[in-house]
T-cell receptor, first 117, second 109 residues
């Protein structure tokens, strides 16, 4: 099946610093990728839709200046958490589908566990 | 608004059968997905239904009734490794996945 690679798997950073998370589709092109956040014992929450070559679409309540998304190529999207605070500590997951078709499931990266101290 | 409901938690015995229900109300429908998620890991795809009926895949089966906005995931011959969260998700008219809160399944020996 299709593979999506996410890096890093985990990261610890100090408050006030920035962290970049990469999401790559390894064997298909993805014009659209999705970024999710998941707090413990909660479901996936869509943060934003990353569109290749254009601005990302953010969900209500997600600060676009804090969570910078860049989708510069058909196989790479990055999420940068700027000026991180302890409340940003969470599990961040990206996903992509080979095409926006009804019968195509979303393939997920491995997830990134962010801890802000 | 869009809404997907599934039970928060279920408990079953090793070797038994369990059915996890999911009801949905979404703007448009382009398929229903079931995913398994172990703690601290990304979800993995289990099944896809777009037409009414039952889809069987090994120990797992998934059923869909579009008129009722209802699906279930059936797990047979439960194993301890099946302990996980099971997520129901629907693709809406924009092909965006709308997620349920997940059902935590606890398997007891």
């Amino acid at each position: 099946g299709a593979v999506v690679s996410q890096h890093p798997s985990w990261v610890i950073c100090k408050s006030g610093t920035s962290v970049k998370i990469e999401c790559r589709s390894l064997d298909f092109q993805a014009t659209t990728m999705f970024w999710y956040r998941q707090f413990p014992k909660q479901s996936l929450m869509l943060m934003a839709t990353s569109n290749e070559g254009s601005k990302a679409t953010y969900e209500q309540g997600v600060e676009k200046d804090k969570f910078l998304i860049n989708h510069a190529s058909l196989t790479l999207s990055t999420l940068t958490v700027t000026s991180a605070h302890p409340e940003d500590s969470s599990f961040y997951i990206c996903s992509a589908s080979p095409e926006q078709a009804p019968n195509t499931e979303a393939f997920f990266g491995q997830g990134t566990r962010l801890t802000v101290v | 608004g869009q809404n997907i409901d599934q039970p928060t938690e279920m408990t079953a015995t090793e070797g038994a059968i369990v059915q996890i229900n999911c009801t949905y109300q979404t703007s448009g429908f382009n398929g229903l997905f079931w995913y398994q998620q172990h703690a601290g890991e990304a979800p993995t795809f289990l099944s896809y239904n777009v037409l009414d009926g039952l889809e069987e895949k090994g120990r797992f089966s998934s059923f869909l009734s579009r008129s009722k906005g209802y699906s279930y995931l059936l797990l047979k011959e439960l194993q301890m490794k099946d302990s996980a969260s099971y997520l129901c998700a629907v693709k809406d008219s924009n092909y965006q996945l709308i997620w349920g809160a997940g059902t935590k399944l606890i398997i007891k020996p």
